[in-house]
């Protein structure tokens, strides 16, 4: 295995396909140590400087990802001021750093702030479409948006946004968009249709998508008042969480305090809750 210590120009290409893989394998911590000691290679005179962005770019989004968000948006920040969108290679960069930022500001609860770069997103998308393959960052900022509009309670347009876009979806993208769906639905007081959608059959959830499932599925049974089965399902939710996410993700927060709501216990004081989706790569 090619060391990134070690990798030529003409490796870099090799180098960044395996830390996609492993990527969607869920190694976070792994894939963003190394984007940063790549990132961090000095130019050298007799080679072209080391694709110093696409590692900076990889190593946010797995950041996004494991769920360090309030971190990960300030680097994002400074990331996005600084990547000059010169050309359609850094153009896209740029927007798949805007992408993983919709999901760092609705981790935070920042919706507006979210829905409004999310429509920027998609927009420029939409304007370079002709000219590179836009699609699959099209969707996974669209299950962006579709979270963003469940966290602004307009759940009948995370609906339509969701029901509107499974059909394009591909891989790990289904599951988080299966399960945005049946939020939507929840916080519409369709508890029995949001179950008919967590209990499809689709792709198994990717890491960062970890107890997701289970608690659209405990909130929907909270809301039909099957309480015990409410309870396993969110306690699973947060084992799940707590296995695979850092313990700053939003979503962990989110289990304890509905597992509270459920029980009637106090929660312990955690990170604020808030956001779904797919970062970029």
Do not use: K
């Not at 090799?14 to 996609?20: D, G, H, K, N, Y």
């Not at 699973?236 to 459920?262: N, V």
Request: net charge negative; hydrophobic share 40%.
């Amino acid at each position: 295995m090619t060391s990134i210590r070690t990798a030529r120009d003409s490796q870099w290409e090799e180098t960044f396909t395996r830390l996609r893989s492993m990527t969607r394998e869920g190694r976070y911590e792994e894939v963003e140590a190394e984007a940063r000691a790549l990132a961090a290679l000095p130019r050298r005179p007799w080679r072209r400087r080391p694709p110093h962005w696409e590692a900076r770019v990889l190593a946010t989004a797995t950041a996004v990802m494991h769920g360090r968000v309030a971190e990960a948006l300030a680097e994002l920040d400074t990331l996005i001021a600084e990547l000059e969108p010169v050309d359609l290679n850094s153009q896209m960069l740029r927007l798949i750093a805007r992408s993983n930022r919709v999901v760092a500001l609705s981790g935070l609860r920042r919706y507006a702030e979210a829905e409004t770069e999310a429509l920027g997103v998609l927009g420029e998308l939409g304007r370079i479409a002709h000219r590179a393959p836009v699609s699959v960052l099209e969707v996974n900022t669209l299950v962006h948006l579709a979270g963003v509009l469940c966290g602004l309670a307009r759940h009948e347009e995370a609906e339509a946004v969701a029901r509107g876009n499974l059909p394009r979806a591909d891989g790990p993208a289904v599951a988080v968009l299966q399960a945005t769906l049946a939020r939507s639905l929840n916080g519409r007081g369709r508890h029995e249709e949001a179950l008919t959608e967590v209990r499809r059959s689709v792709p198994p959830p990717p890491r960062h998508a970890a107890g997701h499932l289970d608690l659209v599925t405990a909130e929907a049974l909270y809301g039909l008042e099957r309480r015990a089965e409410a309870e396993d399902a969110v306690r699973r939710s947060l084992a799940d969480c707590e296995r695979w996410l850092h313990p700053a993700h939003p979503r962990t927060g989110e289990a304890r305090a509905l597992l509270a709501r459920i029980t009637g216990e106090e929660p312990r004081e955690e990170s604020r809750g808030g956001g779904e989706g797919e970062p970029g790569e």
